[in-house]
RNA sequence: UGCGAGGUAGUGCAACCGGCACCACGCCUGGCUCUGAACCAGGAAAUCCGGGUUCGAAUCCUGGCCUCGCAGCCA
């Protein structure tokens, strides 16, 4: 099920063009530092979905450059996680670091050619020196070391005969970029940290920005696909690839980056620092706890793997940045058990009926399906029934309200796949209910006797033969929509209620020894999953996984309140300067461009905006001076303004072949009515491209405007008839199809239709 | 503020070259039902704002507004 989502667009794209000789290789590259969470999944699925479409294997590389940070317990981890929601890298996860050497290399070939450098600054100067956002940074006094003092620097970090932070390598690029990711970015500290997997063999690590792009290029990587923070160090990537060769070294096409949106989830947390915050002041139980957006957090919850690739599938990918409804995660949930999950019975608080009509010790052997018809699969088990049974208190109420389904006093509801059975007599302890006396309607097995009425169907345990359950309820972990969003710790807005123990839950017998993290439905109650870690024989326990879907608007409690708390960050940014302002200060260098804003609106009858729009440059200016021989200058003015720019793309006028006389005759040939405007912009592309006479074109094409009502007409009812249901649904009152047949008709004539002409006969022809 | 990215129903996401605003979740109605589930049918609900080009604009031009990211020896 491939969604056509703006990234593969773009490898559709490549392929078409041959970009990267026919090849898609993608990565997913995290770092071990924490475990892997639902955001993680979107991207690995993203990846790997990629890889899988287009027949290549996705690579799984760790980016364990900064060993203070990382640790195997996380590397394990990620593999069985990946592993587990059916993802396949082959035998091996791969690791930035098996790069250290040729990175290294390249470090050098860098410093050779005098694209880096070694600075002594301290880390307070380098901040110092970049400067801000408004202010370009300064050189650093190193910057200009000879290569010879940089490579016996650089060589001293690797042989360990610096302490920590003496200096660092800094690629020389720009320290006056207006892109702060530019100004001479920081490729390798000194850190005398063990490592993993190169263990002491290194005193310096390479940084992200340095480590990331080279190990993309030495995989052969195509698409990099990484999220939109990222925005700013495209250059960079770019840049370290061009300059150290590296693709080229491997025999590859360029990797090139593109990034998307992360994904954010309501009435959660995502980022690992966050989550780690969690766990260590033990708000959750760990990493894996079934309140957790990990994934492991979610396999314990009962999430299946098939579920979570189904989001990922749901949401789709882009580049706004937005917060997926928790819903959604939900409904893919609810979706995939519903197709796997056997149905049984379970009652959570039990309250006890006496069946006086049933004779004391008698016990009969029900059976009921795993699954209802329409799932279509196959199944059934015994369940026992007898004189004591138990059903939840929710199913019973003294005073029901208005459209209750269940049970009452003096009501009749069927007990699911058994009995109906009546209320007789309420019996209270201090006021409370503690138990029921009810009589059960003989032969309603599975049929209704005649006269007998059913309010509803309830779930139900036999006291004598339920086994007992620890169940435990969890819920959203935070009670507020966007926890991150509000003023204080993100502690202040947990949930209390997000998990609920229930000890005395009581459930039917063949659920005895259930295997751990196998998929339930409790009937009328939810999913439930046989919890992993704390479920053994004798002791059964149960995660709720979703609440069943539930419509029932009688009483539904109110859904929870919507916090809106933005304020916290509508700071309003000042106004940047605008193209307006840009234009303006052209005028102010050059008279030439003042005299036309000044003249031109009066001389040439143009707007006060197209002659603002004019003057902003000379190129353009000219254009429309050496363009108005033969048409309306205003005509050409917005010619200029509205349809340049388009065709223009990112080059300059300059680099076109575009001519004024050119330009002015095909005006003054629209003008004139020989070509309609979609033929005028066709042209037009062509002489943009090629330079081609605008007259030339249309002569040797037949471009003539076609106004000829016998000949329109003909192409109309081709249409029409072609499209013979929607000019139903356009008679039905579907006016916005008239747009559409225009918009055929047009095309059918390769745009030389007079449009006025179609309109009009469109309009005959559907009356 | 310099630079970069983005703004379509409540939510998420489409609409290649200007021509039917698509789909899904959620919501509302109704149907079916021995799960108030599932399933089926129907419905309400959107192009950030202004100006322009065009027969026709979510899409092109233009002005504005709003949101996000970048000043770690983190990734």
Request: with cysteine; proline share 7%; aromatic share 8%.
């Amino acid at each position: 099920m491939a969604t056509g989502d703006f990234i593969r667009d773009i490898i559709e794209d490549d392929l078409r063009t041959g970009k990267h000789a026919g090849r898609v290789k993608t990565r997913f590259p995290p770092e071990p530092n924490g475990y892997l969470h639902i955001g993680h999944a979107k991207s690995i699925c993203l990846n790997f979905g990629i890889g899988d479409q287009y027949g290549s294997r996705t690579n799984l590389r760790f980016d364990d450059t900064n060993p203070a940070k990382e640790d195997v317990e996380y590397v394990e981890s990620i593999q069985h996680d990946v592993r587990w929601l059916g993802f396949d890298f082959g035998e091996q996860a791969l690791y930035a670091s098996d790069y250290f050497d040729e990175m290294y290399e390249l470090a050098e070939d860098l410093v050779r050619a005098g694209k880096a450098y070694v600075d002594h600054c301290s880390e307070d100067e380098i901040r110092d020196y970049r400067g801000s956002l408004r202010e370009p940074g300064r050189p650093s006094p190193y910057r200009d070391r000879a290569v010879e003092e940089n490579l016996t620097l650089l060589r001293r970090m690797r042989d360990g005969d610096l302490p920590d932070g003496t200096c660092v390598l800094r690629a020389r690029i720009d320290m006056s970029a207006s892109n702060m990711k530019l100004r001479d970015p920081l490729l390798y500290r000194i850190r005398h940290e063990h490592h993993d997997r190169t263990g002491d063999a290194w005193p310096i690590y390479p940084l992200y920005d340095y480590a990331h792009p080279l190990s993309d290029a030495i995989e052969g990587i195509t698409h990099s696909i990484c999220t939109l923070e990222f925005e700013n160090n495209r250059p960079l990537y770019d840049w370290v690839i061009e300059h150290t060769g590296v693709s080229e070294r491997h025999g590859f096409s360029r990797p090139q980056q593109i990034e998307f949106a992360r994904l954010k989830l309501d009435y959660t947390v995502m980022s690992k620092r966050k989550l780690l915050l969690l766990v260590e002041d033990g708000h959750v139980s760990g990493w894996d706890d079934p309140r957790m957006p990990t994934i492991a957090g979610m396999r314990r919850r009962g999430y299946r793997p098939e579920a979570i690739r189904a989001f990922a599938d749901l949401i789709g990918v882009a580049k706004v940045n937005s917060t997926v409804d928790i819903g959604k995660l939900e409904f893919c949930v609810r979706d995939d058990l519903n197709q796997v999950a056997p149905r049984v019975l379970g009652v959570l608080r039990p309250l006890k009926v006496t069946l006086t009509s049933w004779p004391e010790g008698e016990v009969e052997e029900l059976t009921g399906p795993y699954f209802p018809a329409d799932i279509g699969k196959p199944g059934e088990r015994t369940i026992p029934f007898g004189r004591e049974i138990l059903i939840d208190r929710d199913d019973f109420s003294l005073d029901p309200p208005a459209g209750y389904q269940r049970l009452a006093p003096g009501r009749t509801v069927r007990l699911r796949h058994g009995y109906a059975i009546t209320c007789d007599e309420v019996v209270e302890e201090d006021g409370e209910v503690v138990a029921l006396r009810a009589s059960h309607v003989p032969d309603s097995v599975g049929k209704t006797p005649a006269g007998v009425d059913i309010s509803g169907v309830v779930h139900w345990v036999s006291a004598a033969h339920a086994v007992p359950a620890e169940v435990r309820l969890y819920d959203r972990l935070f009670s507020v929509p966007r926890p991150e969003e509000g003023a204080g710790d993100i502690t202040e807005t947990l949930n209390p209620d997000s998990l609920e123990v229930v000890g005395g839950a009581m459930v039917e017998p063949s659920l005895d020894g259930a295997k751990p993290g196998s998929h339930w439905q409790l009937e009328r109650v939810g999913y439930f999953v046989v919890d992993a870690v704390d479920s053994e024989p004798g002791r059964l326990v149960l995660n709720r996984t979703v609440t069943l879907r539930d419509s029932w608007t009688g009483t539904a409690e109110a859904p929870a309140p919507q916090v809106q708390e933005k304020s916290a960050k509508a700071k309003t940014r000042p106004p940047k300067k605008s193209r307006v302002e840009y234009r303006a200060e052209a005028r102010l260098r050059d008279p030439v461009l003042a005299d036309r804003l000044a003249a031109w609106p009066s001389a040439y009858g143009l707007s006060e905006e197209d002659a603002d729009l004019l003057t902003g440059d000379r190129p353009t200016g000219d254009l429309f001076v050496e363009a108005i021989g033969a048409a309306t200058p205003a005509a050409v003015a917005r010619w200029i303004v509205n349809e340049l720019p388009p065709a223009l793309g990112d080059r300059e006028l300059a680099d076109t072949a575009l001519t004024g006389p050119a330009l002015g005759a095909l005006v003054a040939a629209m003008e004139a009515g020989e070509i309609t405007g979609p033929v005028a912009k066709d042209v037009f592309a062509e002489m943009v491209e090629t330079g081609a006479d605008p007259r030339t074109v249309i002569a040797e094409r037949g471009l003539a405007q076609v106004s000829d009502d016998a000949a329109i007409a003909a192409i109309v009812d081709g249409v029409l008839a072609a499209n013979a249901g929607k000019v139903d649904e356009y008679s039905a009152g579907k006016t916005a199809l008239f747009g559409f047949f225009v918009g055929q008709v047009i095309k059918g004539s390769q745009g030389k239709a007079n449009p006025q002409v179609v309109q009009r006969l469109v309009r005959d022809r559907l009356s």
